[in-house]
């Protein structure tokens, strides 16, 4: 495979990923802030930690039955583009 298409397909992979895990926050966390009359600033954190109270969430949507949102898609995602961005930096030289 070419390098070059090999990094088009890391970022935008990466780049998909990213923007697909940010959705996922989103959506997840608006339909339980909504009923709890919360602000969506207060699970910021969730999207890069299922650490505290996002754990706790996560693990309550869990138990019945919901698919919880899971930050190590955003780490997945940022793992790609950092490869991508090191393969596109290294081809210039």
């Not at 339909?31 to 969730?46: F, K, M, Q």
């Not at 949102?69 to 991508?84: N, S």
Request: glycine share 14%.
């Amino acid at each position: 495979m070419d390098a070059k298409k090999l990094t088009r397909i890391l970022l935008t992979l990466g780049g998909v990923t990213v923007l697909g895990a940010l959705a996922w926050w989103y959506y997840f966390y608006t339909h339980l802030a909504r009923p709890l009359r919360s602000d969506l600033t207060d699970v910021i954190p969730c999207i890069y930690s299922s650490g505290g109270s996002c754990g706790l969430v996560s693990g309550l949507a869990s138990f019945g039955g919901g698919t919880p949102y899971e930050p190590m898609v955003l780490w997945v995602g940022v793992a790609l583009l950092g490869i991508g961005f090191a393969f596109k930096f290294a081809l210039k030289e």
